[in-house]
């Protein structure tokens, strides 16, 4: 079965601190890795999209790596902010061949706490 | 360029009832599609609709219909509402069939529906 696990599933740092959240994930044959920042009552935004074939990619302050052998992914953020408190969710898609496009199989978040 | 429209943002039924959600993709996307997200389960995927015609469904009862307009605007309906429905109803669009690399997904910020 796809599965996409996210650790921790809530973290409190201090403003300007870096912090490091992990997607670990069992979606094959993979087509893309997502990160998405969701604030509270809002719907998500995304961060970075990455294939297979990349190994990191930035966003600003945000930096997103994929070891696509072990299946794992990693958002790093670098000098919170406090408007970085949100939910980050990871998600993963796979090719579905019945109608070729994408499968989703997302995983239920972390969430994340900048405080002052 | 407008984002992703989603009406009613707040809504409160009561178990039995039937509901009829609203969204209207980015200007010039075509596939629009839905999920469910709750505490406990994260983001699920509904349907996708792309040129008015259901092109991809996840897995939830019959009670969860959707449609989708000529003008790409989609609605989602939900009959004989249970409490367990309580939940954030996202949509999102995307100019290409499938949550393709080269087509995110842009979302809404959700109705919010309470069922008692």
């Known amino acids: 079965k796809n599965q996409v696990e996210q650790s921790p599933q809530s973290l409190i740092i201090l403003e300007g601190k870096n912090c490091t959240l992990q997607?670990?994930?069992?979606?094959?044959?993979?087509?893309?890795l997502r990160w998405y920042k969701q604030d509270t009552g809002r719907g998500p935004v995304s961060l970075t999209i990455?294939?297979?074939?990349?190994n990191t990619k930035s966003n600003g302050r945000y930096t997103a790596t994929l070891d696509a052998d072990t299946k794992q992914s990693s958002l790093h953020i670098t000098a919170s902010q406090l408007s970085d408190s949100a939910s980050y969710i990871c998600?993963?898609?796979?090719?579905?061949?019945?109608?070729?496009?994408?499968?989703?199989?997302f995983g239920t978040g972390t969430r994340l706490t900048i405080i002052p | 360029k407008a984002g992703v429209t989603q009406t009613p943002r707040y809504l409160i039924k009561t178990r039995g009832q039937q509901v009829t959600l609203s969204c209207s993709p980015i200007?010039?996307?075509?596939?629009v599609s839905w999920y469910q997200q709750t505490p406990g389960q994260g983001l699920q995927f509904l349907f996708e609709?792309?040129?008015?015609?259901?092109?991809n469904k996840g897995n939830f009862p019959g009670r969860f219909s959707g449609r989708q307009f000529s003008n790409s605007r989609s609605e989602m309906n939900v009959s004989t509402l249970e409490l367990g429905d309580s939940a954030l109803y996202l949509c999102?669009?995307?100019?290409?069939?499938?949550?393709?690399?080269?087509?995110?997904?842009?979302f809404g910020n959700g109705t919010r529906l309470t069922v008692t």
């Open positions: 200007s010039g996307h075509r596939s």
């Open positions: 609709y792309f040129s008015e015609t259901q092109r």
């Open positions: 999102a669009s995307s100019s290409r069939q499938g949550a393709s690399y080269n087509s995110p997904l842009h």
């Open positions: 990455m294939t297979f074939s990349e």
């Open positions: 997607c670990n994930y069992t979606v094959s044959p993979f087509s893309n």
């Open positions: 998600v993963v898609s796979g090719p579905q061949p019945n109608f070729g496009n994408e499968k989703l199989t």
